[in-house]
């Protein structure tokens, strides 16, 4: 009896063992399959965005943001992406998709997150030569287009907008950039924050 109950002993401490190599805790993601974008994550030129509209498969995609920061889904054209957060642009979708549907709910997920602009200026659309920008302290909108070269040939210099995050959310800024290049309105020289896109559209003919 007691060598039966050695050899009991034995085989629950093995069994114990065993568990205690087979359980533990969880195993974590790399970074690379961590989810992209959080809930304040911006969004950039060149970031993918899946949006599903709830109930409406027609409606929904996958959609690259453009270099002029904006993306075109069915029944929503040129919308304003980059400067605002997933949430911020689905109820901007669901502001101009209510023309047309009842009621519409909009979810925005990053799919492919495109490099931080928190510490860049980007200026997209019809500047010479559109680019991020590193931000330097002090930056002025006037060493912002001399750096990307000045406005392109097409441009509509004084249709430009500066879309900026605040606390309350992005806004947009006119800057009327044939003024300041061209003659000279220094009331243009807007100062520039970390994160600023400037988006430069194209002249209409």
């Given amino acids: 009896m007691r060598a039966m109950l050695?050899?009991?002993t034995a085989c629950g401490a093995a069994l114990l063992l065993a568990a205690c190599a087979t359980t533990g805790p969880a195993p974590v993601l790399p970074e690379a399959?961590?989810?992209?974008?959080?809930?304040?994550?911006?969004i950039a030129p060149g970031a993918v965005l899946n949006?599903?509209?709830?109930q409406h498969p027609d409606l929904s995609t996958t959609v690259?943001?453009?270099?002029?920061?904006?993306i075109s889904t069915p029944l929503v054209e040129d919308m304003v992406a980059a400067g605002?957060?997933?949430t911020e642009l689905a109820r901007d979708m669901e502001e101009v998709l209510a023309r047309y549907i009842r009621q519409p709910t909009v979810n925005v997920i990053v799919q492919s997150a495109a490099p931080s602009f928190q510490q860049q200026v980007r200026v997209v659309g019809q500047a010479a030569n559109p680019q991020a920008l590193a931000y330097s302290d002090g930056m002025m909108l006037l060493d912002v287009m001399i750096q990307v070269g000045g406005l392109g040939p097409f441009a509509a210099g004084n249709r430009a907008k500066?879309?900026?995050r605040t606390a309350d959310g992005p806004i947009?800024?006119?800057?009327?950039?044939?003024?300041?290049?061209?003659?000279?309105?220094?009331?243009?020289?807007?100062v520039i924050q970390p994160g600023d896109v400037i988006i430069i559209p194209e002249a209409r003919f």
Avoid at 33 to 42: K, L
Avoid at 51 to 54: D, E, I, L, Q, R
Wanted: no cysteine.
């Fill in 33 to 42: 399959a961590q989810p992209a974008g959080g809930t304040d994550y911006i």
């Fill in 51 to 54: 949006v599903f509209v709830w």
């Fill in 162 to 164: 500066l879309v900026r």
């Fill in 6 to 8: 050695t050899r009991m």
């Fill in 64 to 70: 690259p943001v453009r270099p002029d920061g904006k």
């Fill in 84 to 86: 605002k957060t997933p």
């Fill in 172 to 190: 947009e800024i006119t800057v009327r950039l044939d003024d300041l290049l061209n003659a000279g309105d220094m009331r243009q020289n807007v």
